[in-house]
C-alpha cells in the first residue's frame, strides 16, 4: 500500500520541528503576578497554597522585580494588601494607597517596564467583595462604578501603564474609560477581564490577597461556568465601552472560550493562568508526579494556541530565570 500522508517528515528533527512551529511563547507574551503588603517594607511571607509565590512589603518587591527583570522580564500586574481595610475599600483610590506606591517605586527604577494595575475593590474592603454592599448584603453595581473610576484614576496618576479592571459591575469599562479621558489619560489602555468566571481555581488566590468573601459568594457578579454565549455577550460590551485587551479568567479549563473571543473580536485577547492552575501543578510537581518545566510550558503554549496573545502566569518569572522562555 502507498501511505501519501507522512506527517512524520516534519517531525524528524528538533530544528524541523521548531520551523513548522504554528505557536510561539516569548517574553514578551508573559505577565507576572506580585502581591504587595503594605505594613511593613521587608514584610516576605510564603503563600502557603502557592508554592515560590509570595506577599511582599515594598523593598522586597522592588528586590524581586529587580531579579525578573535581570532575567527578562516586561511586563508584571500588581495587588495590593492594604493595612487597613473598610467598608467602602478607601485603599484602593487613595493616592498614597499601597499599589500606587508600589507602581511609583517601579516605575521610577525600571521606566520601560509595562505596570498593570489590577482595578478591584475586593482587597481593600473589609467584607472582602469587589463593591459596595447594601445593608441587606446586596453588591452594588453603580455605586461601585464611582469608587472604581477613582481607583484606575489614582493608579493611572502613579504611572500604572495599563488598568485592568476585574471586579465584574456592570458598565465598569465605560465609568473608568470616562473618569481616565476626563483626567488626561487618554492613551491609557484598558485590559478588561471580561469574560471572568466565578471560579473554585480562585482558592489560593484568595489567601494569597486576602481578599475571600466574608460572607457569600461572587456568584451575582461573575459568570456561571457553564455559559459560553453570555461570555461573549460580557466581550461585546466591554468592547462597545472601550475596552482595549479583553481577558479570559480562568486560563486552561477555558480554553474554548478563549478561542471563541479571539474568532469573534479583533482586540488583542489575554488569559489568566489562575492561582489553583498554577498550585495544581505545583502540588503534582511536588509528589513527583510530573514534570513541571514540561507541563508548565505545554500549559502556557496550549492558552496561545487556543488564541491568547498574552498571558498572565505565575510562573512567569521563573520560567525567565531558567532560561526557559526568552
Ligand atoms: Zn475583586
Known sequence: MHIFHRGRRLRSSPTLRDMVRETRLTAADLIQPYFVV????????????MPGQFQLGLHQLLAEVDGAVESGLKSLILFGIPAEKDPAGSGAYDDAGIVQEAIRRVK??????????????????????????SPSGEVQNDPTLDLL????????KAGADIIAPSDMMDGRVAAIRQAL?????????????????????YGPF?????SAPKF????????????????????A?????????????PGLPYLDIIRLVRDTFDLPVAAYQVSGEYSQI???????????????????IALKRAGADLILSYFTQDLLKAGHIR
Open 38 to 49: 503594605e505594613s511593613d517594607p521587608d514584610f516576605r511571607k510564603p503563600i502557603a497554597s
Open 282 to 300: 505545583k502540588a503534582a510537581a511536588q509528589l513527583g508526579w510530573i514534570d513541571e518545566t514540561a507541563v508548565v510550558l505545554e500549559s502556557l
Open 216 to 235: 457569600g459568594n461572587r456568584k451575582t457578579y461573575q459568570m456561571d461556568p457553564a455559559n459560553w454565549r453570555e461570555g461573549l455577550r460580557e466581550a
Open 108 to 133: 521610577a527604577k525600571w521606566p520601560d517596564l509595562i505596570v498593570v494595575a489590577d482595578t478591584c475593590l475586593c482587597e481593600y474592603t473589609s467584607h472582602g467583595h469587589c463593591g459596595l454592599v
Open 237 to 249: 460590551a466591554d468592547v462597545d465601552e472601550g475596552a482595549d485587551i479583553l481577558m479570559v479568567k
Open 206 to 210: 484568595r489567601d494569597a490577597a486576602e
Open 181 to 201: 479621558d476626563e483626567n488626561g489619560f487618554l492613551n491609557t489602555p484598558i485590559m478588561s477581564y471580561a469574560v471572568k468566571y466565578a471560579s473554585a481555581y
Open 149 to 156: 473610576a477613582r481607583t484606575a484614576v489614582a493608579q493611572a
